[in-house]
């Protein structure tokens, strides 16, 4: 399984991102994937998921509203819109991925991340 993140970068306050994770080698029936973000000085907070086979989607209350995730498994993409963004959501975004169709526990697979700065 390989997760590789693009579409980071730096932006003003209260303007958008869109994140993807091209995603190869891995099966998505019935599975959770997610978004992690990790703020300086902080541990890693997993900010939104969505499983496979529903395609049901939680958020962290941190950025529920703001932040979609979606996934097209025919694309091979997993992605995450950013909008409203503000300082407190600078961090390293990773994508993740796990064979189990609960969201919780550990991810067994992860991207290298891709840093987003709000200023």
């Known amino acids: 399984v390989q997760l590789v993140e693009s579409g980071g970068g730096s932006v003003q306050a209260g303007g958008s991102l869109r994140l993807s994770c091209g995603v190869s080698g891995y099966a998505y029936y019935r599975n959770c994937m997610a978004w992690f973000r990790q703020a300086p000085g902080k541990e890693r907070e997993k900010i939104a998921t969505?499983?496979?086979?529903?395609?049901?989607?939680t958020y962290a209350a941190s950025v529920k509203g703001r932040y979609t995730i979606s996934l097209d498994t025919t694309k091979g993409a997993l992605s995450l819109q950013m909008n409203g963004l503000q300082p407190e959501d600078t961090g390293m975004y990773s994508c993740?991925?796990?064979?189990?169709?609960?969201?919780?526990?550990?991810?067994?697979?992860w991207g290298q991340g891709t840093q987003v700065t709000v200023s």
């Open positions: 993740a991925a796990t064979y189990r169709d609960s969201c919780q526990g550990v991810f067994r697979y």
């Open positions: 969505i499983n496979t086979a529903g395609g049901y989607t």
